[in-house]
């Protein structure tokens, strides 16, 4: 079966534009959750769907929003961006919120 | 607020030697502790969850121990090989979220030289 997938894997952007991600999840899972890891850094929680519906939502600016589809599939989109920002972004996937989640490669994202 | 501190960040040994990698965390009200590996650059992978009511859990050289108590964690590696080179990070559930939501340390950096 296939894993997690993550498009695209590298970005770059410039401050002020705006980003979207993307994310499959393993088949048969419903439920999807993304993470920041910034260099040096333990993954940090910004965002838990399961069933379309947000489950949970970490300490980050409204810049940030995500939304689930019909196949579970999701998206995560960041406004406005900052150099902060920069960023290796993870998905991950579970059966149901309260599972194991199994992690995507990322898509690493610099902004200049 | 959960913190999770893992001890050392930057770990060097030689081949076949065994060691240990420390997690801490500052709320024993977890139901599971996980250990993960990360290549650099890339995604995680999951290598042992230790649910709450357990005490050890083994895969293959690796060995992880759960003290809820004393709010600690050790993931025991056997035998290192270079290949064990990764950051291997901890993580434990944020009971405050209503799903899964992890709180990871920031990793030991292992590198084991032939």
């Known amino acids: 079966d296939a894993g997690v997938t993550q498009s695209p894997t590298h970005l770059i952007k410039t401050r002020g534009q705006q980003v979207t991600l993307r994310c499959s999840p393993i088949?048969?899972?419903?439920?999807v959750s993304w993470y920041q890891q910034v260099l040096g850094q333990g993954p940090q929680f910004i965002f838990q769907?399961?069933?379309?519906?947000?489950?949970g939502r970490g300490n980050f600016p409204d810049r940030f929003s995500a939304r689930q589809f019909p196949n579970y599939s999701s998206e995560l989109n960041v406004n406005a961006l900052l150099l902060g920002d920069s960023a290796l972004y993870l998905c991950?996937?579970?059966?149901?919120?309260?599972?194991?989640?199994?992690f995507g490669p990322g898509t690493r994202l610099l902004v200049l | 607020k959960q913190e999770v501190t893992q001890i050392p960040a930057a770990l060097s040994v030689p081949e076949g030697e065994n060691l240990v990698l420390n997690c801490s965390f500052t709320?024993?009200?977890?139901?599971?502790l996980q250990w993960f590996r990360q290549d650099p650059g890339k995604g995680l992978t999951s290598l042992l969850l230790?649910?709450?009511?357990?005490r050890e859990q083994t895969s293959g050289r690796l060995n992880a121990s759960l003290d809820k108590s004393s709010g600690r964690s050790t993931l025991y590696i056997a035998a290192s090989q270079p290949g064990d080179s990764a950051t291997y990070l901890c993580?434990?559930?944020?009971?405050?979220?209503?799903?899964?939501?992890?709180?990871f340390g920031k990793g030991t950096t292992l590198s084991v030289s032939s």
């Open positions: 709320d024993s009200a977890i139901y599971n």
């Open positions: 088949s048969g899972h419903k439920s």
């Open positions: 991950a996937s579970s059966r149901d919120s309260q599972e194991t989640q199994y």
């Open positions: 230790i649910q709450s009511s357990q």
């Open positions: 993580a434990v559930p944020d009971i405050n979220q209503a799903g899964t939501a992890l709180i």
């Open positions: 769907y399961y069933e379309k519906e947000e489950r």
